[in-house]
């Protein structure tokens, strides 16, 4: 557990902002440490929130299944990230989105009972859920704005900027993603078509290189101003 506090001062945490060393100890100490291998459902849609989980190691993304059985992305959980926070809400609640490990992830786990008996200790905690909150409707409403009046090139540019900057691995050429065309496209509401034609675009142009489900930005300042053209 001490090596986990001592990762949470690299990680820095957005739950934890405001708290002191040792009152992150005691937050952290009644947590249950534990690993999902690649491809694995942490959290399901529909079902009881009981559980609230902070990422440090891995990636997670947050989902919604059409009815025609497909995965439509909705939030990225780098390290540091918590997800679940429904589970802090008074009565008897349900996750609005599935979660799954896009790799091997490991997160620190809390039942709602314990979650909730640490909140009414520290009630920092859930300030500081309701300014994460208030940051995931920031995020929409860019999205919503984007898709009502940018461009293709635009949405898909803010996106694979967006990501790299927070889910992004640093690699020697750029900026890592583990993330195929599909769920690019489906983030920028945008066929696969256009996202494929304008990803070889910007290959052919040195702002990025890609591969089978992976795309590494080597240029994001570009692709930033990609975004506001």
């Known amino acids: 557990m001490s090596e ?4 949470m001062k690299k990680l820095k945490p957005r739950f934890f902002e405001g708290l002191t060393p040792s009152e992150v100890a005691s937050i952290v100490s009644p947590a249950t440490k534990r690993r999902f291998p690649a491809h694995s459902v942490m959290a399901h849609e529909g079902h009881p929130a009981d559980r609230l989980f902070l990422m440090i190691h ?3 993304r947050g989902f919604c299944m059409t009815p025609r059985g497909g995965k439509v992305p909705v939030l990225w959980f780098p390290p540091g990230e918590v997800f679940g926070t429904a589970a802090l809400l008074p009565g008897s609640v349900e996750y609005l ?5 896009l790799i091997n992830s490991t997160a620190l786990v809390w039942d709602r009972a314990t979650i909730k008996s640490l909140s009414a200790q520290f009630p920092r905690l859930v300030e500081n859920t ?25 949405r898909l540019a803010l996106v694979l900027g967006n990501l790299a900057a927070g889910l992004g691995q640093r690699v020697a050429d750029g900026v890592e993603l583990n993330i195929k065309n599909e769920e690019l496209a489906n ?11 304008l990803l070889s675009e910007w290959q052919r142009k040195g702002i990025l290189t890609k591969s089978h489900g992976k795309v590494v930005v080597r240029s994001p300042e570009d692709l930033m101003l990609l975004s506001g053209d």
């Open 130 to 154: 309701l300014l994460i909150a208030f940051d995931y409707f920031v995020l929409y409403r860019s999205l919503h704005v984007a898709a009502t009046y940018q461009t293709a090139r635009q």
């Open 97 to 101: 989105v599935s979660t799954e490990a």
């Open 58 to 60: 891995g990636r997670a």
């Open 4 to 7: 986990v506090v001592a990762l």
């Open 187 to 197: 983030e920028a509401n945008i066929t696969i078509f256009t996202a494929s034609r």
